[in-house]
């Protein structure tokens, strides 16, 4: 059955399997990271897609302050400003400071996963990371989120009652 015309809750009802394989984008701050260090995706994502799950992490067992924050956008940013002009990847996730959200993270080694179902329209942007050391040293941080289609048929089956 064609389910394009379905409204996006609609869509979000269907069993996990209907969306399709799903693959991670991440952002990496590579090798000695400065106190700010910004990361664009290498792949694009869709036109439209759902967030499955976000990860934050990083290696090591170094003591740090460590915010990171996700964006959408078509080029890596040279400074805050260009950063902050970007449409952030969720509105709602994280600890919002100075009008901006994002992920706190303290602690070497420390991976933080969090399960979600958040359609997204990305349009075919790329992820953006900022990462910023607020104290200490880091070993590099990541953050990744996987990502899966939309559905725009489902079998029969599923629908029949």
């Not at 952030?88 to 100075?98: A, H, V, Y």
Request: charged letters at 20%; aromatic letters at 10%; hydrophobic letters at 40%.
């Amino acid at each position: 059955m064609d389910v394009r015309n379905w409204s996006m809750d609609q869509i979000l009802m269907l069993p996990d399997h209907c969306f399709g394989r799903r693959w991670p984008v991440g952002v990496y701050a590579d090798g000695v990271v400065a106190n700010k260090y910004y990361d664009i995706s290498e792949a694009g994502l869709g036109d439209r897609c759902v967030v499955w799950q976000a990860i934050f992490y990083t290696t090591g067992a170094d003591t740090t302050g460590l915010r990171i924050s996700l964006s959408l956008g078509d080029q890596m940013p040279a400074d805050d400003a260009e950063f902050d002009a970007l449409e952030p990847l969720f509105s709602d996730l994280g600890r919002l400071f100075e009008g901006r959200r994002f992920i706190d993270q303290g602690g070497g080694g420390q991976v933080i996963s969090i399960p979600m179902r958040v359609p997204i329209q990305a349009q075919g942007r790329r992820l953006v990371g900022r990462f910023q050391i607020v104290w200490g040293s880091v070993m590099p941080p990541s953050a990744v989120i996987v990502v899966s289609s939309i559905p725009r048929e489902v079998p029969d089956c599923l629908l029949s009652v």
